[in-house]
């Protein structure tokens, strides 16, 4: 059962975190979107890009735009909670003062990861979409992979189904669409064996 105060602390202790170096670069600790209770499915990335790390809030640039109309299509509004492995904008400087996303530290991910599974905890979904290859790997407990491998396979986990995307930057840049019709049958499927209530 969910408890209120649990997301409370979580969201503070997040906002408090100096456990590795990326904080002090950062504007915004990034905070989840979506529902906290009735949470039927999580969408989980790799890290904030600029456009979070300015409003504090996953999910909110061109990326988040293209994942709501993802969302829109699988006609789960309410039922949704997306987050990040990590929680602060991982960035290098370059000309000077230009910001340039980069991939998050191996150590980073490994302390802010410990912040995603007491979401998870609390959450208890019945699926996870890992949005990309960090994401992928965390889930999939694998050092590297090439995530186009993995893409749009589900995987049958202990206590939820672990769905794999290409992270939606990939089909921005790309100009493509995401096949959504796999994730599609999965919540079906579920919803058919009463699972999804």
Not at 97 to 111: D, G, H, L, Q, Y
Not at 119 to 127: D, G, R, T
Request: glycine fraction near 6%; charged fraction near 30%.
């Amino acid at each position: 059962m969910l408890y209120a105060d649990d997301v409370i602390i979580l969201r503070d202790s997040i906002k408090k975190c100096q456990l590795c170096p990326l904080y002090k670069g950062a504007l915004h600790k990034v905070m989840p979107r979506g529902y906290y209770t009735n949470t039927k499915i999580v969408f989980v990335g790799e890290a904030p890009g600029p456009e979070e790390d300015k409003q504090g809030t996953s999910f909110v640039g061109r990326s988040g735009k293209l994942l709501d109309k993802w969302i829109g299509e699988l006609d789960i509004e309410g039922e949704y909670y997306i987050t990040n492995v990590v929680k602060c904008f991982p960035y290098q400087l370059v000309d000077g003062n230009k910001k340039k996303i980069m991939r998050p530290p191996v150590e980073s991910i490994k302390t802010c990861s410990k912040y995603l599974d007491l979401e998870l905890l609390i959450l208890k979904p019945l699926v996870i979409v890992a949005l990309g290859s960090t994401a992928a790997q965390y889930f999939l407990k694998k050092d590297k992979i090439k995530v186009t491998d993995y893409a749009y396979r589900t995987f049958k986990k202990k206590d939820y189904f672990l769905h794999i995307l290409l992270h939606p930057s990939y089909y921005l840049r790309n100009h493509k669409n995401a096949n959504l019709v796999p994730l599609k049958k999965l919540i079906k499927k579920l919803k058919e064996k009463e699972l999804w209530q």
